[in-house]
């Protein structure tokens, strides 16, 4: 039962992002990647407004090895095969009329890696829900970014499954990002 709640929350939260609350100035837009397997990635996008999204993915080199343009669209589900490339980290940009999300993914075998996500509830407070989902008992390391790149948290956790907390951000200028660095090398990072 407390899963579902758990579950119930989360979807809730993700709806209310996407939908705005109407008393933002700006229309919002908002950005997810998801690992489905070892080399596919799902990308989730939604926006207030029709807009033309632009997405890019760079190697650990930072050589954009494959780049898009939607036109006209105001949410998408898209995967993405990164099954010819050699195993690492990349880096998914998704740029549209409100700015830029950046997300570190990995195409490391999924027993070694597991799924990083944040996600920004909207409760008019800067508060963040940290979600890292997998099998297995994993020794990671979380850090957490101002807008500046000035690293204000860090806190190493070894975790069972899956983890989640919520990260209360108020005090942190800027647009915060986050870093998981697994056990195994892999580094995953969010920009909000």
């Given at each position: 039962?407390?899963?579902i ?21 700006t ?27 632009k ?21 998408f ?9 050699e195993?690492g ?21 999924a ?32 850090n ?11 806190e190493?956790k ?15 200028n ?19």
């Amino acid at each position: 039962m407390k899963k579902i709640l758990t579950i119930a929350s989360v979807l809730f939260s993700t709806v209310m992002f996407a939908a705005g609350t109407g008393f933002h100035s700006t229309s919002l837009s908002g950005a997810a990647v998801v690992k489905t397997d070892n080399s596919t990635f799902k990308l989730f996008y939604k926006s207030e407004v029709i807009t033309d999204v632009k997405v890019s993915i760079y190697n650990e080199d930072l050589t954009l090895v494959y780049f898009e343009k939607i036109k006209h669209t105001s949410g998408f589900a898209r995967p993405y095969s990164l099954e010819n490339l050699e195993q690492g980290n990349y880096t998914v940009t998704i740029e549209d009329h409100a700015g830029t999300t950046v997300q570190k993914i990995s195409t490391i075998p999924a027993e070694t890696s597991k799924l990083v996500n944040v996600l920004k509830l909207n409760n008019g407070q800067a508060k963040y829900l940290l979600t890292v989902g997998g099998k297995g008992d994993e020794s990671i390391l979380f850090n957490i970014y101002d807008g500046q790149g000035r690293l204000v948290h860090s806190e190493a956790k070894t975790i069972r499954g899956d983890f989640a907390q919520v990260y209360n951000l108020s005090k942190v200028n800027g647009t915060p990002s986050f870093e998981v660095l697994h056990q195994n090398g892999s580094l995953e990072s969010v920009t909000y």
